[in-house]
């Protein structure tokens, strides 16, 4: 009988605790709490030692937890205990602050290979990785056996753009454009888009 699968609300808290425990090891700290996390978090404590159940134990009652420990675990459960390498789809504005933004790296991840349609960046290099053509994506990214994908492409081309993505092998696309795509099962999205957040927001701010 297989177990239980872990909420996927869950696993998306995971790299809030991840990220609190590389700040606290940057600190000098050794030690911490279910409820030193909650405090940075705003996430009850209860369920911080909920969440990190579903895992193993990782602590005792009256010590804590080694944030050295917990946090190497943290990353054996979410893959990043290795470095992943993720192709860059879309060089406008937004692709290009994405390739140059160093922080992917510590985390885990590492932008290898960049596409774009337009014949004046194609041949360009950011970071020393040249833009390559969108004709050449899927025989690429399927010779390096690629498996993430971040894409800020234009609406209108988002969903082709998918789709081929998932056809060269790629699992999980991390999707900047501003529409929903269908990919099938098996095939993991996560959406960024900062104008539903605003919305979100602004629900809360009463009028002048």
Same mark, same amino acid.
């Given at each position: 009988? #297989?177990?239980?699968? +872990?909420?996927? %609300?869950?696993? $998306?808290? =995971?790299?809030?605790? !991840?990220?609190?425990? *590389?700040?606290?090891?940057?600190?000098?700290?050794?030690?911490?709490?279910?409820?030193?996390?909650?405090?940075?978090?705003?996430?009850?404590?209860?369920?911080?030692?909920?969440?990190?159940?579903?895992?193993?134990?990782?602590?005792?009652?009256?010590?804590?937890?080694?944030?050295?420990?917990?946090?190497?675990?943290?990353?054996?459960?979410?893959?990043?205990? #290795?470095?992943?390498? +993720?192709?860059? %789809?879309?060089? $406008?504005? =937004?692709?290009?602050? !994405?390739?140059?933004? *160093?922080?992917?790296?510590?985390?885990?991840?590492?932008?290898?290979?960049?596409?774009?349609?337009?014949?004046?960046?194609?041949?360009?290099?950011?970071?020393?990785?040249?833009?390559?053509?969108?004709?050449?994506?899927?025989?690429?990214?399927?010779?390096?056996?690629?498996?993430?994908?971040?894409?800020?492409?234009?609406?209108?081309?988002?969903?082709?753009?998918?789709?081929?993505? +998932?056809?060269?092998?790629?699992?999980?696309? =991390?999707?900047?454009?501003?529409?929903?795509?269908?990919?099938?099962?098996?095939?993991?999205?996560?959406?960024?888009?900062?104008?539903?957040?605003?919305?979100?927001?602004?629900?809360?701010?009463?009028?002048?």
């Amino acid at each position: 009988m #297989r177990p239980n699968p +872990v909420p996927d %609300i869950v696993i $998306g808290r =995971l790299p809030l605790y !991840l990220r609190a425990l *590389g700040q606290m090891k940057a600190e000098g700290n050794t030690v911490t709490s279910s409820h030193e996390l909650a405090g940075r978090l705003g996430i009850s404590s209860a369920q911080i030692r909920k969440d990190l159940s579903q895992f193993g134990e990782f602590g005792k009652q009256g010590t804590g937890y080694n944030i050295a420990f917990l946090r190497e675990q943290i990353q054996r459960i979410l893959g990043v205990d #290795r470095t992943w390498d +993720v192709a860059l %789809i879309g060089l $406008g504005d =937004l692709g290009r602050a !994405l390739a140059h933004y *160093g922080g992917f790296l510590r985390r885990g991840f590492q932008i290898c290979a960049l596409y774009d349609t337009d014949p004046e960046k194609i041949g360009q290099s950011i970071r020393d990785m040249p833009i390559q053509s969108m004709e050449t994506m899927a025989a690429d990214i399927r010779r390096k056996n690629i498996k993430i994908a971040m894409l800020a492409v234009p609406l209108s081309a988002a969903q082709e753009v998918v789709d081929e993505l +998932v056809g060269a092998g790629v699992v999980a696309i =991390l999707n900047y454009a501003p529409t929903s795509i269908t990919v099938p099962e098996g095939v993991h999205v996560q959406q960024i888009d900062p104008a539903l957040h605003l919305q979100h927001m602004t629900y809360y701010i009463k009028p002048d």
